[in-house]
């Protein structure tokens, strides 16, 4: 039996899927040579910017939950690019840092810039901040519809 053709609906939700998809198998083929996941690199980038950060603060700054980014952590301490140590001030307080290894990849602090530029290709400077504005309000008017809180920029 042949399958006719069929129409694909004009969902905005489908294309950020797709898009998402894409993206993500960008950002695995950079950081695979260097054992990483993007997730992970998340993590490494919020600790390159401010070390010593909780699993809390790591969790806001990836927009993951602290399990889901305390599971992260543990992957992370185990490969050696990390450490959990206690807060000098409050042992009850554990604070994240990188270790040799992770900051041996500091030169991949700048890869978003990397992956912008794969996906913005053939976009003018104005076409690209539109594009960020655009998903910036459509992002706003879904959590505003389910009343989420919009995530820190």
């Not at 939700?13 to 960008?26: I, K, P, S, W, Y």
């Not at 950079?30 to 390159?48: F, G, N, R």
């Not at 992370?76 to 900051?103: H, N, Q, S, W």
């Not at 879904?142 to 009343?147: S, T």
Request: aromatic fraction near 8%.
């Amino acid at each position: 039996m042949a399958i006719k053709k069929m129409t694909l609906p004009r969902s905005l939700g489908r294309q950020l899927n797709f898009t998402t998809g894409a993206c993500n198998a960008v950002c695995q083929a950079v950081l695979e040579p260097y054992d990483l996941s993007l997730p992970q690199w998340v993590i490494l980038s919020a600790l390159w910017q401010q070390s010593g950060m909780t699993i809390g603060d790591l969790a806001v700054y990836t927009g993951n939950n602290a399990p889901a980014t305390s599971r992260i952590v543990d992957r992370m301490i185990e490969k050696g690019f990390l450490l959990r140590k206690p807060d000098k001030a409050d042992r009850r307080i554990v604070r994240i840092y990188t270790a040799e290894a992770g900051e041996a990849l500091r030169h991949l602090a700048t890869f978003f810039e990397d992956i912008n530029a794969v996906l913005l290709a053939g976009l003018s400077e104005e076409e690209a901040d539109l594009l960020f504005e655009l998903l910036a309000r459509a992002e706003r008017n879904a959590r505003n519809w389910n009343k989420v809180p919009v995530a820190p920029a």
